[in-house]
Every structure is written in structure tokens, then in C-alpha cells.
């Protein structure tokens, strides 16, 4: 019996990369290892990502792979990582030659500092807005916003942080692209349920530019409060939190929190497309707007940890949405959470509907074996997790089967294209040609067509 075990991949350090040597390794993961490498002639320094074996032998994987560096050298921007190469080893592995960064990413920031200034997150909301304007204008949409993402440079020169957005593997076009690049079918859900727009979760087809603004939305919560908009236990609930439930206004927790600044984040954190800012230049004048208006010290401590998610449970049970498998959700801050009482309310809703779904699954199955002799009421009123109480009490048992969720299924990763919305006459970003197909059929999304490989020469 051979060992199937997966073998460890060697090292690179000291081989040659088109015109790059690798000198070092600076981290590896799922996907394959980042290592500091210097060009031969210039000595410029770079990054080099290597796919594993087995993920370059994947087609859909290797496409995402050359999305991600043909999005960043189609859009060139200051605000977006700058990509210098792509190819593949002698033995066909796909590597990307891309800027070397110095720095942490946002992600990081917020766990070491908990919670940003008011001036620090409207630089950063600024400059990711500046990015995706960038990326929109050439009909790219990212999809994947979210706090790893965003790459914090420290700049001397202004004594603050450049952004620079990463990671653009799962970018949607939506632009035309040839029919023989077309590998993904609609349908399919892309990206962080703590970061995802509405319709994006829905993963009915109309998704376009202002789904990344609502994942910075959620963003710009978190800088400020230490926590996304909304948290739970899985992605499932944290989906159907996106759909249906209300954030808790970032001033019910922060006293001292910019008005105008809560205004524009309440803003992009609409559930409708068309009630948030537009696109991003729209956004970015915004925050422009109230600069002067914002302090330079963190908000006081706050005041209480009471995220009120009001649900409303339809009386038919909402479209599948398919769960990414890949994503990791984050844990309650510690600082946020002195202690456990106030985590009741939420819990104690989860479990009623919860319990209220196994209820009905018994009784009905009990019923194909008898005849009901009483009617029982169906609950439809919208579910509610209130506010914390001073002594919480356990949820009282429910009197009826309520209308069960329907489940979130795991989803085949698959990269969509839809058509997308008329822009408004004062829109300052292009028209994007719509993609037209059949419902189920295929629908293109790829960035360009996946070159054929080329072996690097040692």
C-alpha cells in the first residue's frame, strides 16, 4: 500500500525565477509560500507567491491565481500591490512576482490596537475608497473586501499608513470578456460572510461595484468599534444576519463618535444597492467632506456591548445561499467582552429558532403517523434577540413549530459574472457591458484568458 500522505514541498531559496533569485522565505499557508527574492540585474527587491503542486494541477484554482495578477496589472494603481510577473517553475508550479511589502495588514491592526482613531480609519476608508475607484473604473469588482486584505505601509512622509489592497483572486468583470476564457456558471457565492454584501449572500446574480462598498462599510465599523457589524457563531447565521438583520448604530456604543462619520457608514451598510453611495468617488468625497470634523484620539470606552440584530424570519424561507468553506470567522474580541451576560440575548434567539426548527421537524413527522386533533398556530411575527436585561432568564419553549431557515449549503467556489445595474446620470465611473446568458448556463467572469504555460529556465 503506497503512502498517500502529501509530501513536503522543497524549499526554493538559493533557485532562479525568470529574472528573480530567491534569497529567503517569509511565510507559507494553504495555498502555497511567500518568499523575499531580488531581481539579478536591478536588485530589486520583490515578493514571490508559489501555488502548491496540487493547487496549480487545479484549473479553477489556477485561474484565480492569474486573476489576481492580471486584476492588479490592469488597474495600476498606488493604492493597489503592483505586480511585476507571472509564470511557472521547471517542475509547473504558477508563481507571481509581485511589490514586497513592509508592514501589517489591517486585520492586524485592529486585533494589536482594538480600535482605530477616528482620523486613522478615515485615512485608511479614504484611501481603500481611492483603490476601488481605481479598480471599478476598469470594471473590476473585488469582492473579497475585508481587514487581511488591506495592507497598511507605514509612509514617513505623512506620519500615518499607505493602503494597499491585495488579494483580487476572486474579482468579478464586468466588462465582455471572449467566450473561450469562460470557466464559471452563476449562482455561486464568493467571499468573507463578516465582509459580504446582501446581495452578494443571496448569490442571485445582481452583484456589481457597490458590493464592495458595502464591505467597506463593514470595515470602517470595525476600525471604530473593534468588531464587525455582525458576529455569530457560524457563517450560516452571519449570512442570514447580512440579509435580514439591523447593525447596531456605531453610537450606541461609542458616545463620542463623529455624527457625520457614523452618517456615511450607516450609509454603506444599507441592505438596497441603490441607498448606498453610488460608487466609490462618491464615497470618497464624503469622507473628504468631514475631515476637519474628526478627532485624533481614540472614543472613549464603550459604554456597553449590545448588538440588538433584529431578524425578520420570512414566512417562506429565504433563496439557499451556499457557505466558502475556505473562510475563517473571528471570535468576540476579548475587549469587548467583560463578561458573558451580555451575550445571552443572542444566544437565546439562535436557540429558539434553533429549537423552534426541531420542534417542527418532530411534530410533522409525528403527524404522518396520526391525525392532529388540534390546529396548531404558525409563528410568522419577526423574531427579535432584545436588547440584554439586567437578569436574563432562559427562552420560553414555543408553543408551535416556527417557519424553519432554510440551510446554508457548502458551495462549490466558483467565480460569477452578472450583468450590471444602469448607473445614474451623475455616475463618474464607465458602463459596463452586460453579461447575458441563460439561467444556469455559463457566464464569464475571468480576467483574461490563462496563458499557456512556460516553463522557467534554472
Known sequence: MSDTRP???????????GAYRVIGEISSGGMGTVYRAEHQLLGR????????????????????????????????????VEVYDFGYTTDGRAYIVMELLEGEDLGQRI?????????????????????????????I????????????????????????????????????????????????????????AP???????????????????????????????????GAGEIIALQLFGTPEPPRNLLTTLSPELEKIVLRLLEKEPQDRYQDALECQEALESIRGKLSTTRANEIVRESKRFTMSIPTTPPPTAQQSLRLSLLDRPPELAPDNRSAMPIIAGIVTIALAAAVGI?????????????????????????????????????????TPVAPIKPPTAEIVVVPKRPRPATAKTKTKLPCSTAAGSPCEDDIGELPKRKLSQP
Do not use: W
Not at 464591505?215 to 473593534?226: A, I, K, T
Open 7 to 17: 509530501q513536503a514541498t522543497p524549499t526554493m531559496v538559493g533557485e532562479v525565477l
Open 45 to 80: 527587491s520583490a515578493a514571490i507567491k508559489l501555488l502548491l503542486p496540487e493547487l496549480t494541477a487545479n484549473p479553477e484554482l489556477l485561474q484565480r491565481f492569474y486573476n489576481e495578477a492580471k486584476a492588479a496589472t490592469t488597474i495600476r494603481h498606488p493604492g493597489i
Open 111 to 139: 486585533k494589536r490596537s482594538g480600535r482605530l482613531t477616528e482620523l486613522e480609519t478615515h485615512s485608511i476608508g479614504r484611501q481603500i475608497a481611492g483603490a476601488l475607484r481605481a479598480a471599478h473604473s476598469h470594471g
Open 141 to 196: 469588482v473585488h469582492r473579497d473586501l475585508k481587514p487581511d486584505n488591506v495592507f497598511l505601509v507605514p509612509d514617513p512622509e505623512s506620519r500615518g499608513d499607505r493602503v494597499k489592497v491585495l488579494d483580487f483572486g476572486i474579482a468579478k468583470l464586468l466588462d465582455g470578456t471572449p467566450a473561450n476564457v469562460r470557466h464559471t456558471r452563476t449562482g455561486a457565492l464568493m467571499g468573507t460572510p463578516l465582509y459580504m
Open 199 to 233: 446581495e452578494q449572500a443571496r448569490a442571485a446574480g445582481e452583484i456589481d461595484h457597490r458590493a464592495d462598498l458595502y464591505s467597506l462599510g463593514c470595515m470602517l465599523y470595525e476600525m471604530l468599534v473593534g468588531h464587525p457589524p455582525f458576529i455569530a457563531e
Open 362 to 402: 418532530i411534530v410533522m413527522t409525528r403527524q404522518t403517523d396520526k391525525p392532529a386533533t388540534t390546529a396548531a398556530p404558525t409563528v410568522s411575527a419577526p423574531v427579535v434577540a432584545p436588547a440584554p436585561p439586567p437578569a436574563p432568564s432562559p427562552p420560553p419553549a414555543p408553543s408551535s413549530p416556527a
